[in-house]
T-cell receptor
């Protein structure tokens, strides 16, 4: 029962490079989300997806691209990494059933952009 | 705009004491859920407790309980008989029932339980 996994767990890259963070969930949840966590800001939503091939912007989408060709995967790409994108990134998922609205989080990826 | 404010960046108490973490939020919606998430040093986000806004009764989960004041838009978390394992960052969050399932988080409160 893997649940929701993220890879890599740690990544160091340089300014201007393209980076892709992977997220995989085994529950077949409809919704998937990407958040970034920064000191003083809590978690902020970058992008979310309601189903395969349906994505939408969150609060801080600039500089990021997402895709969702399969229900279980939701990769996040930084097309040209900047130092301001140094952060901890969390992927989350939730089922279509809205009775509880709970989101289940992955372990996070710490990204450092030099 | 929908916002969540946690006014206590850090708190520290002795083991076995009771501690209350504050949270206020702002939304024009009437139907929503409120949450407290715990983030220990492992970074894993763990759901502590959930409150449906349409319920007047405050939610409880073992040593964790909330004081939900809908009119005041206040949602505080009380931890009774605190334990060393309660040391963590605590985030208050809410989600609108109708809509895109987007969680809005507060800035977090770093809680330290001292032996």
């Amino acid at each position: 029962d893997a649940g929701i996994t993220q890879s890599p767990r740690y990544k160091i890259t340089e300014t201007g490079r393209q980076v892709t963070l992977m997220c995989h969930q085994t529950w077949s949840h409809s919704y998937m989300f990407w958040y970034r966590q920064d000191l003083g800001h809590g978690l902020r939503l970058i992008y979310y997806s309601a189903a395969a091939d349906i994505t939408d912007k969150g609060e801080v989408p600039d500089g990021y691209v997402v895709s969702r060709s399969k229900t279980e995967n939701f990769p996040l790409t930084l097309e040209s990494a900047t130092r301001s994108q140094t952060s901890v990134y969390f992927c989350a998922s939730s089922p279509l059933d809205r009775r509880y609205n709970e989101q289940f989080f992955g372990p996070g990826t710490r990204l450092t952009v030099l | 705009a929908q916002t969540v404010t946690q006014s206590q960046p850090e708190m520290s108490v002795q083991e076995a004491e009771t501690v209350t973490l504050s949270c206020t939020y702002d939304t024009s919606e009437n139907n929503y859920y409120l949450f407290w998430y715990k983030q220990p040093p492992s970074r894993q986000m763990i759901l502590v407790i959930r409150q449906e806004a349409y319920k007047q009764q405050n939610a409880t989960e073992n040593r964790f309980s909330v004081n939900f004041q809908k009119a005041a838009k206040s949602f505080s978390l009380k931890i009774s008989d605190s334990q060393l394992g309660d040391t963590a960052m605590y985030f208050c969050a809410f989600i609108i029932i109708q809509g895109a399932q987007k969680l809005v988080f507060g800035q977090g409160t770093r809680l330290t339980i001292n032996p």
